[in-house]
Every structure is written in C-alpha cells, then in structure tokens.
C-alpha cells in the first residue's frame, strides 16, 4: 500500500531543505507523484537515515523527560483540543488500518484452509503445498528490515502529523506548518509567507481564505461576519483559526502594493556597536502592533527629533523584532544612535516604502550583490529566501571598503550552514569594472538566474551592461539605487 508525503515533510523526516530535494527531483534522483514522494522511495533513496535522529522525534522525548512541564507544553504542544482532534483523525487511520491487517490476517487463514483441499492430489503436489504453506508461515513470522524501517518511518510521520499541520497555499504551492497554538496566519508569517492581512484580530476580514481541504478549527472568536455564501464555500479567517489536519487553501501572496502604511512607536532593545562605521539598532514593536513589511523594504524612522530612512535588515518572518543598520555620517538621525539613543528609548517607525522586493514565484538560482551598507536590505532578502527554501542556489558577493564586511562572520556562516549558500567579499577599492568580472566570472550565461543588487549608479550599470550581455532576462534585474 503505497503512502504519499508532502515535500515539506520529507524534507523535515530526511534533514534536508527542500530546495536541495526540488533539486534531487529536477535530477531525477528521487520519484514523486503529484509532487509527493513515496515511502518506499524516500527508504530507497535515504537508505542510512536513522529516524530515530529527527527533530520531531527528539522534541517528543524532550516533552516526555520534562513529563509536560508548562513552558514545553505552549511552545511545542498544539492546544488540548486541536492535539484531541489531530489523535482522533490519526486514530481514524489506525482504525481502518487495523481492520484491514485484520482481514489481511483472516484471508490468510482461509489460504491456509484451502491449500489443505490440495493435500490428497498427489504426494508431488502435496509436498509443494506443505512447503508453500511453511514459506508462508515463515514469511509471516518474519518481519523484514526493510518494514522495521517502515515502522520507523511511519511512527515519525505520525508523531509530525499530531505535532504540526501543514498548510499549501493555492495557486502559488508555498507551504507552511502550523504548530504548537498557532493560528493559520501566525504561522504563515513566520515562514515569512506574506499573505493578506490586517487587524489580526478578527475585526477586518482582511485575512480570509477559502478551505480547499483538510480540516480548521476556530480558537480565537471573531466580531468579523462572513456571508453565508463564503461559509458555504469554505471561507474562513486564517486570524481566528488553526489546523486540525493538513490543509490547501487558496490564498494570494501579497505584493509591496497590498502593504499599508503604518505607523508604530517602537522600543529599543540594543544599539549593538558592529564597528567604528556601523551600529545595528534593533527595535521591538508593541505585542500588538506587528509591522507588516517585505524584505528589501525601507522605514522611517524617528527619535528625539531626529529622522531618516533606512532598509530593514531582518527578516519579514519575525515582525515583531527590527534590524537596522545605521552608518556613522552626520546625518540627523545616525547622529542620534551613535551618540545617545539607548535601550528602552521609543523610536517612532513608518512605511513601508519601496520595491526592491523578492520575486516569490521565482525559483531560479539568484546573485545578490551588496555595496558597503546597501547589506542591509541584501541581508533582509537573503534570510527571507532562506525561510521560504525557494531557491536552489545563492551566490552573495559583498563589495566594500568604508564600512567593511561587517557581518563577514554571518555571511561566512551561512556559507558554512548551507550546501545551496556561497559568499565572496570583494573590495570596493577596485575598479567598478574590475569587480563586475569577478562577480560574473563564473556565468557565461545568466539567462536561467535572478540578480539582486544595491549599490550606486556606476555598479548597477556596470553589472547591468555586462549581465544582460550574457543574456539575463530583463524581468530577473532587481536593482536598488543607494545614494
Ligand atoms: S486580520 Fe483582520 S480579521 Fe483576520
């Protein structure tokens, strides 16, 4: 009997991210079916993947050993009554697993009645019987590796399928789990998944969404009304509602255009000192008071009188916590951070503005090129691609002098943490052109790629000369003007 996973699943059963599987399937390395992979084929191609190692499971024993302590429990645990209706549905399978294994067992015993009718036709023929019969036995007492393995496989599915749900977004194909009390839209957001919202608290409707399959459950009340037509379709608002089993819902993915503009009196929380040229300002919004926003976005900001704009450098999956870099100059407000703003100190933030964002549909390997300080958006860009696993490869290539590669660590790191990542810092004391054929120096045609760069004018046209020359596609620049 065959059993079908979702791609994120198997990504999370195997420990790879799905880009590196999307890549394994383009090469014909793993078989699916609708976009799912078969159990047998994911013990075929992961032969040496030891379940008992998976995250999911080690988080299981973690609950265990801590017998449920309090802080586990809202973390991990899905609400008592979601966890309720999630082991229902799983023991609704189990039911009818059983009762198949059941029949499976009684069809066996009927084989064996009947392979005795064929005991008095012949000494020859009845010792074939005899010995299909002791093959039989044996077979049956016998439980080979390759279903302990199964069994292994399956129990880990399992456990996932109680511990989380997860979500596909139609048409678009992202998905999402949902965990622990999460809403539908909480957890979408923090895949950095940016679909349609407002209030995010029932009042708006701004986040409903059809149900195409699977099952929802309501776990905040909403003063919102739908329309006994959307009811009826299966509209519900993703604010107000969790995941009982894995659900598809057809929702759209929001563009720069369907962000309003907000404005939100921020708290500091640290102003990191990176070097003599660069502070990171990290701020945190009010609990109720998310800041909707896209990566490669800018805000801004103001304190004590003092403002300017600048790119956010963290990523629109956690809006709740802001980076800024901000580069020693005299500007009004980068005189503010760098002499006297401190923690606690209340920053007033507006926007977002801008348009050098992503492109979501877009699965092809990208080149991001930052320029001194225009890091900062490239940074925001980066760990958004990496929430969302959509593409195959990254290649960062970060040109700077005044400022210094000052998140050289970070970006080492990403290179080190990702099989899909690669960085090279290059100099801003070079020629333009000198560091625009180094960057493509491994690229003799870029017509399959996307390219992300900040930078002033004499880089963007440049690189944009060049890249075009080696055929990228208009609609694949993505470039952001830092003057
Ligand atoms: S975001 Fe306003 S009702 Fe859900």
Known sequence: ???????????????????????????????????????????????????????????????KRKAFGKRIMERVLPDKEV??????????????????????????????????????????????????????????????????????????????RVMSAQVTVRPSGHEFFVEGNDTVLEAALKAGIPLNYGCSNGNCGDCKVRLLSGQVKKVHPHDYTLKETEKANGTFLMCSYTAITDLEIEASVAGAADIPHQEIQA?????????????????????????????????TLEAGGASGEYYVASCPCDDRQLTLHIRRNNRPFARKVFDDLRKEDTVGVSGPAGNFVFNLDSRAPVIFVAWEDAFAPLKSLIQHAMSLEISENMYLYWIADQTGHYRDNLCRSWADAYDNFFYAPLSAREDVEINVSRILANYADLSEYEIYVAGPAMLLEALKKEACARGLPASRWHAELIV
């Open 83 to 160: 966890l309720a209706e999630r082991l229902f549905e799983l023991g609704k399978e189990f039911a009818s697993a059983k009762s198949l294994l059941l029949y499976h067992d009684q069809v066996f015993g009927w084989l064996g009645s009947k392979l005795d009718d064929f005991s008095d036709c012949g000494e020859d023929a009845a010792q074939k019987v005899a010995d299909l019969k002791k093959w039989l036995r044996q077979t049956l007492s016998e439980l080979p590796s390759e279903a302990e393995r199964s069994q292994a496989l399956l129990a880990q599915e399992s456990v996932m």
């Open 267 to 299: 708290k500091v929380k640290w102003v990191e000192p990176i070097n003599e040229q660069m502070m990171a300002l990290h701020l945190t919004t009010p609990r109720s008071q998310r800041l909707r926003f896209l990566a490669g976005q800018y805000l």
């Open 1 to 63: 009997m065959s059993h079908l996973l979702p791609l994120s699943r198997v990504a999370r059963l195997v420990g790879e991210s799905r880009s590196a599987l999307q890549r394994m399937i383009k090469q014909g390395e793993i078989a699916t079916f609708d976009g799912k992979v078969d159990m047998e084929e994911l013990l075929r191609v992961f032969p040496d993947i030891q379940w008992e190692d998976d995250g999911e499971y080690k988080r299981v024993e973690e609950i």
